[in-house]
């Protein structure tokens, strides 16, 4: 069965890891996608053309999500082309760790605007069109640190917990025009932004998590089909984390 067919999804950073996995998935389940990028021109390519046996229309902008003039003009070009959105996926995101003692100003400023900031962005730009509807499912994708913390992430954490804010606030705002803002808080996903991590590192990660492994992008692209198809009609304002039990 086919979850999302003929819906229009705009999936934020989708050219590798958790994003492409996203994209990939709502194209299997029918949806038309366009996605974002910042610099993976060629690995976005390769995400069209993988999208091209499910035969609906893919397709790439690269666009800053934390800049919002850029976020703006990627919207109104979907809204032109397809006439609606009726899901948005707030995916980008990027990690500059370090303890607080060695944490520069740029480094923190450029996470809470990737992170934290594209939110504001997209979903203000978006919401308008979702209002006309009267529908839509915003997804937002935070983490189990921005929930719990992390040694060596304050800026991290301090996007994805303002993310949870963000997004609850959104759901009392627009749930009355049935328009749904949920969280996905994923935990250890093997992907290019864990890959840095040693193997000390990684396995410390793993013992940590009850079901024993690492999550896969697909683990949490399935929570991001549920929450995007109408089997979810009901929810919203949740943060669903997809962590193999690690946050509980
Ligand atoms: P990733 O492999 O590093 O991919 C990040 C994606 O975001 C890429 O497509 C990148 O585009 C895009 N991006 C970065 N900055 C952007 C910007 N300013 N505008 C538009 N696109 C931008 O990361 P990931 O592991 O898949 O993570 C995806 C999301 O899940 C992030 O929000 C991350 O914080 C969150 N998350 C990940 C984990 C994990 O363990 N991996 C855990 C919890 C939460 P380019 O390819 O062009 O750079």
Not at 112 to 127: E, L
Not at 209 to 219: A, C, F, K, V, Y
Request: glycine share 10%; charged share 20%; proline share 1%.
């Amino acid at each position: 069965m086919k979850l999302l067919n003929n819906k229009i999804a705009l999936v934020t950073g989708g050219s590798r890891g958790i994003g492409k996995s996203i994209v990939l998935k709502f194209a299997e389940h029918g949806a038309n996608v366009i996605f974002s990028y910042l610099s993976s021109e060629e690995k976005a390519n390769l995400v069209i053309k993988e999208c091209e046996q499910y035969g609906v229309r893919v397709s790439a902008v690269r666009s800053d999500a934390s800049n919002y003039l850029s976020a703006q003009k990627l919207v109104d070009g979907v809204l032109d082309e397809y006439g609606q959105i009726d899901a948005l996926v707030n995916n980008a995101g990027i990690a500059k760790d370090n303890l607080l003692i060695r944490m520069t100003e740029e480094d923190f400023d450029s996470v809470i605007a990737t992170n934290m900031k594209s939110v504001f962005n997209m979903t203000k730009m978006v919401q308008k069109s979702m209002l006309k509807m009267r529908k839509g499912s915003i997804i937002n994708i935070s983490s189990i640190v921005g929930i719990k913390g992390n040694a060596g992430q304050s800026n991290y954490s301090a996007s994805k917990a303002g993310i949870i804010g963000f997004s609850k606030s959104i759901a009392l705002e627009l749930g009355s025009r049935n328009i749904r803002s949920n969280v996905i808080a994923p935990g250890y996903i093997e992907t290019e932004m864990t890959g840095h991590l040693d193997d000390k590192a990684a396995l410390e990660w793993k013992n940590n998590i009850p079901l024993r492994r690492g999550g896969t992008p697909e683990d949490v692209a399935n929570v991001a089909l549920f929450l995007a198809s109408d089997m979810s009609s009901f929810i919203t304002g949740q943060v669903l984390n997809v962590c193999g039990g690690m946050a509980t």
